[in-house]
């Protein structure tokens, strides 16, 4: 299996900044996409960002321009840089991963999600 593990979340004031990690593990085989998204309470999980193994990358409307998503393929680590943080991003984040390791196959993998509350 593929285990993510995310880091970086907190508590911030609004127009700040925080950086988040996500360590992906596991007899890995290969990872193509890697993801952020997000959900915040009484919403549906939403896609924040997302970074192909080439470096392609995409956003969603509310987020571009202030976040940057990026990853290191040979430590199969993807971060998402947050600035200019506002009330509304305030959500559990989830790390997502599309890969496959031994014994498992091609598959979404999931963080179990870091709080980023932002206040005012």
């Known amino acids: 299996q593929v285990q993510l593990v995310e880091s970086g979340g907190g508590l911030v004031q609004a127009g700040g900044s925080l950086r988040l990690s996500c360590a992906a593990s596991?007899?890995?085989?290969?990872?193509?996409?890697m993801a952020w998204y997000r959900q915040a309470p009484g919403k549906q999980r939403e896609l924040v960002a997302h970074?192909?193994?080439?470096?392609?990358?995409n956003y969603a409307d509310t987020v571009q321009g202030r976040f940057v998503i990026s990853r290191a393929n040979a430590q199969h680590m993807v971060y998402l840089q947050m600035n200019s943080l506002q009330l509304e991003d305030t959500a559990v984040y989830y790390c997502?991963?599309?890969?496959?390791?031994?014994?498992?196959?091609?598959?979404?993998?999931w963080g179990q999600g870091t709080q980023v509350t932002v206040s005012s």
């Open positions: 997502n991963a599309y890969g496959y390791a031994l014994g498992s196959p091609w598959g979404d993998y």
């Open positions: 970074i192909t193994s080439g470096g392609t990358t």
């Open positions: 596991g007899s890995i085989i290969s990872i193509n996409r």
